[in-house]
């Protein structure tokens, strides 16, 4: 049997990394299949100087920039199955998914970032207007898809609610973990606790948020670990007992997460943090703001708490400080968040999901081609 050619157009930007690579390895292992990447880096924004059009708007950057990087990889090729993982990438290659079976996964839509970038006092005509055009866009494109991994139940909704995709096309993928693989045992409780925090964009993150509540509540009882690479960091002095990590990747952040005692994560805008993720698959109770896919992760007081997000530094140390004061409950606390890990993070349900998903809709496109007498259906045009 001929192995079936999927062309995969994603991006790593805005911390994408780690799903890409998820998507990547399940992909890899599916028999009879054949990926093609196209990944948008970081460095492609220096790589192809985009025009003043192009850079208005963070999306429409995004959008030029996959493009540079698709069209000389793919206009004269034909393939079975497109799959893209973000709304920007759906938008701009509407037209690949017209002629061919099409997904994507997706952690965020329009409606739900201008609901964020709001929520942050991003208001005004301009971001009115941002609004309309991406969430018109993309209307026009969702309904060239035919099958949808949104990452969390806020996104999954939000597909459904406002651009009409049916719930039966959308696959739940909330950002799975190797859980195996990360060793657990039971955390000893010796003062003074060990905060950690784990974030790029570290104003975006909630980290000057954090750094208050440390020094002002919590820096006689605890340590806190900062892992970033945000070079606004970078030679800055940091409180007492605040220690930074930067430059680690993910593998050698496990013995972090592995010997910390509570993950604190005041963000401020996020879409399913991948770090809150690693953080429940180390059995690491987790502290964090309510923004989109933070519910699906954190059962509130069961595995952590989800604070509100206009809540103030008091109301923050309040809940660290229920912690710190009953070793006992922060013990059970460790034990139950591993739990709901090994339960609904494992690696294992999500690769059988995408690979059902995939092969299902690769198997119907066979047959309803069938006999068509080798049609183009795949074959990118200029228009993609």
Not at 195 to 219: C, I, P, T
Not at 220 to 234: G, M, V
Not at 275 to 291: F, H, K, Q, R, Y
Request: proline share 5%; net charge positive; charged share 25%.
């Amino acid at each position: 049997m001929a192995a079936k050619r999927v062309l995969c157009v994603f991006t790593k930007i805005l911390g994408h990394v780690a799903e890409c690579r998820r998507f990547m390895e399940v992909l890899d292992r599916i028999q009879n299949l054949e990926p093609t990447y196209v990944v948008v880096e970081v460095e492609d924004y220096v790589r192809f100087k985009a025009p003043w059009w192009a850079r208005a708007t963070d999306p429409w950057h995004v959008r030029f920039l996959a493009r540079q990087r698709a069209r000389p990889l793919i206009l004269d090729q034909s393939f079975d199955l497109l799959l893209v993982n973000a709304w920007e990438l759906a938008v701009e290659f509407r037209g690949l998914a017209r002629r061919m079976p099409a997904g994507m996964v997706v952690d965020a839509v329009p409606t739900t970032m201008d609901a964020q970038l709001r929520n942050r006092g991003q208001n005004g005509p301009k971001r009115w207007i941002a609004h309309r055009i991406h969430h018109q866009s993309f209307a026009r494109a969702v309904g060239e898809f035919d099958f949808f991994f949104p990452k969390s139940s806020v996104c999954l909704e939000a597909l459904v609610r406002d651009y009409g995709v049916g719930r039966e096309c959308c696959h739940l993928a909330l950002p799975h973990q190797h859980v195996g693989s990360r060793k657990f045992a039971e955390r000893p409780y010796i003062p003074p606790a060990r905060l950690l925090f784990v974030g790029n964009d570290f104003a975006r993150k909630g980290g000057e948020f954090l750094l208050r509540l440390y020094s002002e509540h919590l820096s006689h009882r605890c340590t806190l670990t900062i892992a970033s690479n945000d070079p606004r960091l970078a030679g800055r002095q940091l409180p007492p007992g605040v220690t930074l990590l930067a430059g680690k990747s993910q593998q050698q952040l496990l013995p972090v997460y592995r010997d910390s005692d509570i993950f604190v994560f005041p963000t401020q805008q996020d879409f399913t943090p991948e770090v809150l993720a690693e953080a429940v698959a180390n059995g690491l109770p987790s502290i964090v703001t309510d923004v989109d896919g933070v519910r699906d992760l954190i059962q509130d007081e069961v595995t952590g708490f989800v604070i509100e997000r206009q809540a103030d530094a008091a109301a923050w140390a309040k809940k660290i400080r229920l912690l710190l004061n009953d070793a006992g409950r922060l013990a059970v606390m460790s034990q139950t968040t591993r739990r709901f890990a090994e339960t609904h993070l494992s690696i294992g349900p999500f690769e059988t999901l995408v690979r059902g998903v995939i092969e299902g809709h690769l198997v119907t496109a066979a047959g309803l081609h069938e006999g068509d007498g080798g049609s183009d259906i795949g074959r990118p045009s200029s228009r993609w």
